[in-house]
Antibody
Framework: EVQLVESGGGLVQPGRSLRLSCAAS????????MHWVRQAPGKGLEWVSG????????GYADSVKGRFTISRDNAKNSLYLQMNSLRAEDTALYYC???????????WGQGALVSVSA | QSALTQPASVSGSPGQSITISCTGT?????????VSWYQHFPGKAPKLIIY???KRPSGVSDRFSGSKSGNTASLTISGLQAEDEADYYC??????????FGTGTEVTVL
């Protein structure tokens, strides 16, 4: 059974940093693209970032480019999102999602809540 | 970069069919047959219901179907049921490792 478990969320002040983790199990982690998707309160889903199996192809939404860094450790079956210079508008539930060859997300975690507030 | 456009809400009576549109551009929806749809209940993980424009994952009801014409993709729910009341999102690949979600549609069963 595929499982994706996010951790590392919390309350942080504007301008500070936070690192999210996603522990994956139930599939061959280093065969797949992995993604972060977020949902701000009262808003829709927003794709944040994705990383290929070998970390050579990475994409970011314009809203986080230059502030967030996605990475993975295939030996640990883990995905990460380093979030720097956090803003109030980054407040959201952050989902880890497993990608596929034909560019969709077939499994999702339950999410990690990030709140950015003074 | 911009989100794909969906109607904010769509409603229908039980047994009816409804269609949710998802309008992008020639750089995303129009360029790739890589549109997917997700059903989302607040507080829960989104669920994949359509991929590659019109394919259904195993276990998803055949009441859900997808299509695409030009820069617009569509999700049709046939035989609407109370359990279909949820938020629905489209998503398209846009090249260069970039993806866009739609603005989301709230489906209400009257």
């Amino acid at each position: 059974e595929v499982q994706l478990v996010e951790s590392g969320g919390g309350l942080v002040q504007p301008g500070r940093s936070l690192r999210l983790s996603c522990a994956a199990s139930g599939f061959t982690f280093d065969d797949y693209v992995m993604h972060w998707v977020r949902q701000a309160p009262g808003k829709g889903l927003e794709w944040v970032s994705g990383i290929s199996w070998n970390s050579k192809s990475i994409g970011y939404a314009d809203s986080v480019k230059g502030r967030f860094t996605i990475s993975r450790d295939n030996a640990k079956n883990s995905l990460y999102l380093q979030m720097n210079s956090l803003r109030a508008e980054d407040t959201a539930l952050y989902y880890c999602a497993k990608g596929t060859v034909t560019k969709y997300f077939d499994y999702w975690g339950q999410g990690a809540l990030v709140s950015v507030s003074a | 970069q911009s989100a794909l456009t969906q109607p904010a809400s769509v409603s229908g009576s039980p047994g009816q069919s409804i269609t949710i549109s998802c309008t992008g551009t020639s750089s995303d929806v129009g360029s790739y047959n890589l549109v997917s749809w997700y059903q989302h209940f607040p507080g829960k993980a989104p669920k994949l219901i359509i991929y590659d424009v019109s394919k259904r994952p195993s276990g998803v009801s055949d009441r859900f179907s997808g299509s695409k014409s030009g820069n617009t993709a569509s999700l049709t729910i046939s035989g609407l049921q109370a359990e279909d009341e949820a938020d629905y999102y489209c998503c398209s690949y846009a090249g260069s490792s970039i993806y866009f979600f739609g603005t989301g549609t709230e489906v209400t069963v009257l």
